[in-house]
């Protein structure tokens, strides 16, 4: 009887570790350093609420996901990471560019350009990150970045300051396995087999290999972010490229504007 005791203590204690090693590990990611991921944009409703991630791509352009548009977007906030701080610049969104093959989250096209209502002012604070100019290859296990504002656990609340994870590239055949019905034109990184990946919140961020914005975040497991599950989703840019191009292409940009250091 003792030792049927014993094992039943055991068993006890050993799930209880597995409770709190599961609950622990989510996200497992770190505040993004202040002089990092200049391009990270915070798209946010009426009430000034994050609702999606962002990236600039150009001074009045910024790339988020399709299904962002979902919790009506009016305002980019840019050039800060904490979001509670107000030395930013918060723009009006002029006009969303939503892909015109995306359906609903999870079919893929998952992407949208929003078109700011005046120019950002590059400055140290704000800066651009360039996107591929040709389709990539990316590499299975190649450590990439993704960032975002989103939420630390599931059915948690978005935090204040920017946080950033190291994921690992996923080989397409192992994500297509994993997600029957996967959609064309996507990337596979973070959140299978691993403590790491994104939450809600992130959508739309970029994933970041080598200084290119390659992915936007698109979707994961039935809003899960209890990981390891199934494989964090994004939709490769280097597939939309022509169709970033042709967007911006319809707009004519006037001379940039610079943060100037006046000198003594």
Sequence with gaps: IMLSLQKILLLHVLACLGRLTHVIAI??????????????????NNKGQHVCGGFLITEDFVVSAANCDDSNPTYVVLGNHNLKNGNHQKIKIENKIIHENYQ???????????ELSEKVKLCHRVEIIQIPHAEINLKENQVCQVAGWGTTKTRGKSVDELRVVDVSVINQRVCEEQWHGLPANVTCAGGYETTKGFCQ???GGPLVCHGFAVG???FNYKENCN????????????NYRRWIDEVLEKKKFPKTFFCVKHLK
């Design 104 to 114: 609903q989250i999870g079919q893929g096209n998952d992407i949208m350009l929003i």
């Design 227 to 238: 990981y390891p599950n199934k494989p964090n989703v994004y939709t490769d840019i280097s």
């Design 216 to 218: 936007v975040v698109s």
């Design 201 to 203: 919140g992130d959508s």
């Design 27 to 44: 996200i497992d990611g770190e505040k993004a350093p202040e002089n990092s991921m200049q391009y990270m944009a915070s798209v946010q």
